[in-house]
């Protein structure tokens, strides 16, 4: 999935641009799927606040901390330099497949490069950039903008690290299934990604590498014309075997409930885990943690997703 530079080793880096010239970027749109009722990007609790790298200090809410790209946007962690989550329209009556060709990544000047994990990370290691927001979701419309949402994607605000060899063949064809189904309505849809940030997570060159990966997909269905929101979590056990190597666990992607995504990371999704079709459960007494919000389910390929 990745393109490498030869004759660096690695992928490269341009040169960012003058932030100025950020001012056209509208962003993830909460009222992309229509139906008067928006997709809101998730709220940040107070202490993911604290850490979020500001953006516009004039702003409230999660608007101070936004990143608008070309039909996604980017919330950071600047405290882990790594984003909390990464939130993309996609409208697949309009999709560009654009060649991948010569890789270049930037730093965003919106926000300070000390607050961006960039090349110090993955430099001489078996770590790669991981798109949060997939290259091709944003990549719709006229072809200018297509190819400016391609080039929007391959900032470091919109990775995580990921060891090459990490299988996300599941993970990626989650969208296109739901994306491509027959209950899908006019083909739109809306996904936030991003890391499960945790605190036991291993620290390599000054960044704690997450091991848990989430999803939330929101489609309108066609047979009802309501909102279906589904959650995902791709999981791995790893193991730091030296500063520069790691081993990962086969990778698994669970579907989840909306309310165990929550409990992972410290996002509320509001109302529309109202709209989730997992089964939820709640133990007895009243109490709730990740493991019980909902009985994970092991996603294996398209049959086994609950829409």
Partial sequence: MIDRDPAAGFEKTRA??????????????????????????????????????????????????????????????????????????????ALRPLARTGDAWAYDPRIDRSLQAGDDVYVNTDLDRGHMTRRLDPVWGAPTVAALADEDTFHFTNACPQHKDLNRREWVQLEDYILGNAQTEDLKVCVITGPVLAPSDRSFRGVLLPAEFWKLVVMVRKDTRRLSATGYVLSHGHLLTGFESFAYDQFKTYQVTLRSIELRTGLDFGDLKSFDPMPQARPAGGFETAGLAGTPKVIGGPADIVL
């Fill in 16 to 93: 960012s641009k003058p932030a100025d010239s950020y001012r056209d970027r509208t962003g993830f749109d909460p009222n992309f799927l229509g139906l008067g009722r928006p997709v809101p990007l998730p709220r940040l609790s107070a202490g993911q606040a604290g850490q979020a790298a500001v953006v516009d200090r004039l702003a409230a809410g999660v608007d101070r901390f936004l990143l608008p790209y070309t039909h996604f946007s980017v919330v950071m962690n600047g405290a882990r330099k790594l984003p909390i989550f990464s939130a993309a329209n996609i409208d697949g009556n």
